[in-house]
C-alpha cells in the first residue's frame, strides 16, 4: 500500500523493525549533572541506558550505543559502542547520530537520549508511518505541541547532509532537521518524554510511576 493512501480504512504504511538500527544517545558531558555519565546513573536499581534500552530493543533490528567514556560499561549492556570521531570537540547529539548513520547497516536509523528512560513503546512504528506518509527522510516525535528532535528516524542518506552541517559549526538538532525536512509523530503521553537533566529530577523520579 503506497504512503498516504486515502482510501477510508487504509491502514498507515510502516517500517519494518529489521530495517530499523536503533541508536541509544549517550555521549554527552553531562555539565548540568555535575559532568556525571548521565546514561550510567542508576534509577529505581537499573542504569538509565538500561532502561532506555529496553523500551527500544523491541522496536529496531540491530542496536548501537553513542558514548565517549567508560565504554566498557557500555558494551556489557549488549549493543556494539560507537565513539565520536572527535569527542574533544564536542558537538552534542549531532556528533552521536553522525557516527550512528556512518555505521548503520539498515535503510532507517531510529535515535533517542539516554536520559529517557521512559520512551513510547511505539516509537519507531508511528516515526515510521509519519516519514511515509509525508514522503520525509526524517520524522520526529512532537508531546504536548512541543517538538522532541532528539527522538528522530533518520534516512541512513542523511549523512552526508550532516557532516555538511557539523563542518559547518552547526550543532543543533532541529536546525540540522530544519534544512533537511522531517515529519511529526503527535504524542499524547507527555510522560513518556520524561528526561533527566538535574539531580533533583533525578530524586524526584526514582518514587515509581
Known amino acids: 500500500m503506497p504512503p498516504g493512501d486515502p482510501r477510508p480504512g487504509a491502514a498507515p504504511a510502516s517500517i519494518a523493525s529489521a530495517r530499523i538500527t536503533g541508536l541509544l544517545l549517550a555521549g554527552g558531558r553531562g555539565s548540568r549533572m555535575g559532568g556525571a555519565d548521565k546514561g550510567l546513573l542508576q534509577l529505581r536499581g537499573e542504569s538509565l541506558a538500561a532502561l532506555a ?3 527500544l530493543r523491541p522496536q529496531v533490528g540491530e542496536l548501537l550505543i553513542s558514548a565517549n567514556r567508560n565504554l566498557d560499561d557500555y558494551a556489557s549492556l549488549g549493543a556494539r559502542v560507537l565513539a565520536d570521531e572527535q569527542p574533544q570537540d564536542f558537538a552534542g ?13 539498515t535503510p532507517w536509523l531510529l535515535c533517542v537520549p539516554c536520559d529517557g528512560p521512559w520512551l513510547p513503546q511505539d516509537l519507531a512504528r508511528r516515526l515510521g ?3 511515509l506518509a509525508a514522503g520525509r527522510d526524517a520524522a520526529i516525535a512532537v508531546a504536548g505541541g512541543r517538538r522532541q528532535p532528539v527522538y528522530a528516524l533518520l534516512r541512513r542518506e542523511l549523512l552526508d547532509s550532516l557532516l555538511v552541517f557539523l563542518r559547518g559549526g552547526g550543532r543543533k538538532v532541529e536546525a ?6 522531517f515529519a511529526e509523530a503527535a ?3 507527555l510522560r513518556a518524554f520524561d528526561n533527566i537533566n538535574l539531580p533533583q529530577q533525578l530524586e524526584a523520579l526514582q518514587a515509581p510511576r
Open 187 to 189: 504524542f499524547e503521553d
Open 129 to 131: 508511518e509519519a516519514a
Open 53 to 55: 534500552l529496553r523500551r
Open 176 to 181: 540540522w532537521l530544519q534544512t533537511v525536512g
Open 93 to 105: 547529539p549531532l556528533a552521536g547520530m553522525a557516527a550512528g548513520l556512518r555505521a548503520c547497516a
